[in-house]
């Protein structure tokens, strides 16, 4: 029997001579074959229901059916066939159906190399789902993921970028393995306050184009073909790789990690003691039967819960003192070992050092991990610069008993306050700052509160008249975050807002104007600062009484902290590297990288 009638959209087979109402689970006699019954069913029992049997459409009513199918284990390739397969009863239309397999499996290899399209094992598993599908070349899904989808996808990247009144940018380039990935993405506000971040450009490199890595950074703006008027671009953000020539980053997270870099080179007996926890580690890693005897030690001897020396990483930034952290904490362990075996010693006043250079770490550590969440914006640079000056300050001072340690943090902030000396000047951490419920203006002395004001009545004149036509909005609640953590940074910055508490109210005093601009800013300048925890888009979407602030608001906490970096999906994108080795071209690769970058956006309608 054909089951080519849409009447089967809402009815199962039970069995040769009975079919089920998916709508209402009501059997009925198909002795004869025939679907006359159930249509006469639907036209009196679900009269709407009735009406899509002339549409040409695939509903998914039958869903009970389906859910019971058991799931086979191979669904972890993220083939995605369920979503796509055919009607158990409705082999109709076979060649859509075979289009949507297409690119579904095209899909597929996001994740997973085009190798294996070609191993039995999957072709045999293909054939199970389907029968009559014939698994193409190569070529054949590479186009449709380099042609079809990424241009479907790059005019909806370029629609949601035509929504944001203002962007700000960011350039990365991250190496790993003679392979990199340079990349540009988009930061920006939405109108009912959401914070958006879109990757506009992916250009996959390997060890052979290092030639010509400087030109491919110089042309990742100006041959972007998303068209960008430079008057929607509030600022640009280059991490240290692709800083303009003889230039500091913008980048904070690649400033800070240059101030731990030359305060370590200029601390000779810091790297000594490195020296000493990386021959440790070397240990370990050449001997099998060293690490079984420490393994005895920890869990026998010592009654601890067993713990694994790391080995150095170059693509962490603090590997070194990741190491030397791992190298204290099985302090115990390693004492015990080095007493019965040939290791290299530590002595007392040289695990001092290590904790003492771990406490110093840790602010820097917690700090950068916020920088390079893409959710934290520009106004949180000056606080936790701040923040980090009085942690250092006291480290220098109470740690004087240690010459290694205390020269170490007196370098790291010198470093910090000639790296980041700009901040004070750069209209856009300051305002971002300012338009920060959380801050405004409790970093500020009186000669950056009256710049940041001057910036901001400048701004408001130059948009008067020009009503944004905001809707109404809702007040929303808002909740402070549930995940607290013992940070040391949290507390020192926390003791500063404390502290500046009254700042407020007293700094005030010069927006006494009649100005009407000037009555906002008062107004928004004698609203208590909310607490660190919330959010300032949701303060600033309830606020609705600030709507003439709206368009900086969205401006200036469009800018990151940082660059965005794209590690994540460069360590998720080891196959498409490895194919590039083989049969795939770099610009299919970063078209690729692109689809994935952008995931989010497409929210699976790729």
């Excluded at 640009?236 to 800083?243: F, G, H, L, M, Y």
């Excluded at 869990?299 to 190298?327: T, Y």
């Excluded at 600033?540 to 709206?550: A, D, E, F, V």
Aim: some cysteine; glycine content about 4%.
């Amino acid at each position: 029997m054909s089951k080519k009638s849409n009447v089967w959209q809402f009815f199962y087979k039970a069995n040769d001579t009975v079919a089920t109402c998916c709508l209402c689970n009501r059997n009925y006699s198909r002795k004869g074959r025939g679907t006359t019954c159930l249509r006469n069913h639907l036209k009196s029992k679900h009269p709407v229901e009735f009406q899509t049997l002339a549409e040409d459409i695939r509903c998914l009513v039958k869903r009970e059916v389906t859910y019971r199918l058991p799931q086979h284990p191979t669904s972890q390739l993220e083939l995605k066939l369920h979503k796509i397969a055919p009607d158990p009863l409705e082999m109709d239309n076979e060649d859509q159906l075979f289009a949507r397999c297409d690119e579904h499996l095209a899909q597929m290899f996001l994740n997973h190399s085009f190798d294996l399209i070609e191993g039995p094992g999957f072709i045999n598993f293909v054939k199970v789902l389907h029968s009559g599908y014939v698994i193409k070349a190569r070529g054949y899904y590479e186009n449709i993921l380099c042609r079809d989808i990424h241009n479907r996808l790059h005019v909806q990247v370029k629609q949601q970028v035509d929504l944001l009144g203002a962007i700000s940018l960011s350039t990365s380039l991250w190496w790993a393995n003679n392979d990199g990935l340079l990349s540009l993405s988009c930061f920006g506000v939405t109108s009912d306050f959401k914070a958006q971040r879109l990757t506009l450009k992916c250009e996959a490199l390997s060890y052979e184009d290092t030639d010509r890595v400087a030109y491919c950074i110089q042309g990742l703006i100006s041959g972007l073909d998303m068209g960008l008027s430079r008057e929607k671009v509030h600022c640009i953000i280059r991490d240290e790789a692709t800083a303009l020539a003889g230039a500091l980053p913008d980048c904070s997270v690649s400033r800070l990690q240059m101030c731990v870099r030359f305060a370590l080179q200029e601390n000779q007996q810091l790297q000594n003691l490195y020296s000493k926890c990386k021959q440790i580690v070397e240990h370990f890693a050449s001997s099998t039967m060293a690490q079984e005897q420490l393994k005895f030690i920890q869990e026998i001897r010592l009654k601890q819960e067993p713990c694994s020396i790391i080995a150095e990483s170059p693509l962490r930034w603090n590997s070194i003192f990741d190491i030397m952290g791992r190298v204290l904490k099985m302090k115990d362990a390693l004492s015990l070992y080095a007493e019965e075996n040939s290791l290299v010693q530590i002595y007392p006043d040289e695990w001092l050092d290590i904790d003492l250079c771990k406490k110093v770490m840790q602010p820097c550590e917690e700090i950068i991990k916020m920088w390079s969440d893409p959710s934290t914006t520009a106004s949180s640079v000056i606080p936790l610069v701040a923040a980090l000056r009085d942690s250092l300050r006291t480290d220098v001072h109470n740690f004087v008993s240690s010459v290694t340690i205390c020269s170490f943090a007196r370098k790291l902030l010198e470093e910090l306050e000639m790296k980041f000396s700009h901040i004070t000047t750069d209209i856009k951490y300051l305002v971002a700052t300012y338009l920060d419920p959380r801050y405004k203006q409790a970093f500020f002395n009186d000669r950056e509160e009256q710049l940041v004001t001057n910036e901001v009545l400048q701004q408001l004149t130059s948009i008067q008249g020009n009503d944004e036509g905001q809707p109404s909005l809702q007040k929303v609640k808002i909740s402070s975050s549930q995940i607290k953590n013992e940070s040391k940074i949290d507390t020192i910055l926390d003791n500063i807002l404390a502290s500046g508490s009254a700042h407020n109210q007293t700094a005030t005093t010069s927006f006494s104007s009649q100005s009407q601009f000037k009555n906002l800013l008062y107004l928004y300048n004698s609203e208590p600062r909310i607490e660190r925890s919330m959010d300032p888009l949701i303060w600033w979407k309830t606020n609705i009484k600030y709507s003439p602030l709206y368009r900086i608001v969205r401006q200036f906490l469009s800018a990151p902290a940082a660059s965005a970096s794209n590690e994540a999906l460069f360590g998720e994108s080891a196959h498409l590297y490895s194919d590039m080795q083989g049969h795939l071209s770099p610009e299919s690769v970063s078209k690729i990288l692109f689809i994935k970058s952008n995931s989010k956006v497409s929210d699976n309608r790729v």
